[in-house]
């Protein structure tokens, strides 16, 4: 079983649907982050969050939107998706960042179509 | 822009074989290098961490090797067993000047341990 818990496992949404990923640790990590995996691909980076606030954006589209409430959730609001859109959505902690960062610790991800 | 190489692709050895999986990065300014595996359909999960001033780290019948200046890292494993079939993937962890950094992800290498 995985430290790092992602609800729901499996979401099937429309194009004009407004949905929400959820990720939660209580590992005591200070950094959160989100990726995105296409099927027989690597994860790519979409956010990161050091302390709470948002350190790294890889000009993901408007569409996705994250939220880190405190240090043990996160959050990726979902809105006016496309289809392209549909991947698993994996979210990982580390107790750190940076220099001397830690391992990350991935959830199981949320299977996402967007039909 | 930091690249990550993974060879083989893919790998298919009878049970038992010691096997070496190759990592190559282009960018030697890292903090660290992970391997993970996945199962599919899951999440990630944290085999080893080589952090930048280190040559290798050992958990069980897994050994990972690290040359920064080379750019390159090699995942040995021992032994091998029908359950260590999985998608293993190498990343690192660039040096932007602190904070919290996201994963530069390989492609993979899908192995398959016959019985």
């Known amino acids: 079983d995985t430290e790092v818990t992602q609800t729901p496992k499996h979401l099937v949404m429309g194009m004009t649907n407004k949905k929400s990923l959820k990720c939660e640790q209580h590992?005591?990590?200070?950094?959160m982050y989100w990726y995105k995996q296409k099927a027989k691909k690597p994860p790519e980076l979409m956010f990161v969050y050091s302390y709470e606030k948002l350190s790294i954006n890889e000009s993901v589209p408007s569409r996705f939107s994250p939220e880190c409430p405190n240090s043990s959730l996160l959050n990726l609001h979902l809105h006016a998706l496309q289809p392209e859109d549909s991947a698993l959505y994996l979210c990982?902690?580390?107790?750190?960042?940076?220099?001397?960062?830690?391992?990350?610790?991935f959830g199981n991800g949320t299977r996402l179509t967007v039909t | 822009k930091q690249e990550v190489t993974q060879i083989p692709a893919a790998l298919s050895v009878p049970e038992g074989e010691n096997l070496v999986l190759n990592c190559s990065f282009t960018?030697?300014?890292?903090?660290?290098l992970q391997w993970f595996r996945q199962d599919p359909g899951k999440g990630l999960t944290s085999l080893l961490l080589?952090?930048?001033?280190?040559r290798e780290q050992t958990s069980g019948r897994l050994n990972a090797s690290l040359d920064k200046s080379s750019g390159r890292s090699t995942l040995y494993i021992a032994a091998s067993q029908p359950g260590d079939s999985a998608t293993y993937l190498c990343a690192v962890t660039q040096s932007t000047g602190g904070g919290a950094d996201g994963l530069t992800f390989g492609k993979g290498t899908h192995l398959i341990i016959q019985p």
């Open positions: 590992m005591g990590h200070r950094a």
């Open positions: 960018d030697s300014a890292i903090y660290n």
């Open positions: 990982a902690s580390s107790l750190t960042g940076g220099p001397f960062s830690s391992p990350l610790h």
């Open positions: 080589i952090q930048s001033s280190q």
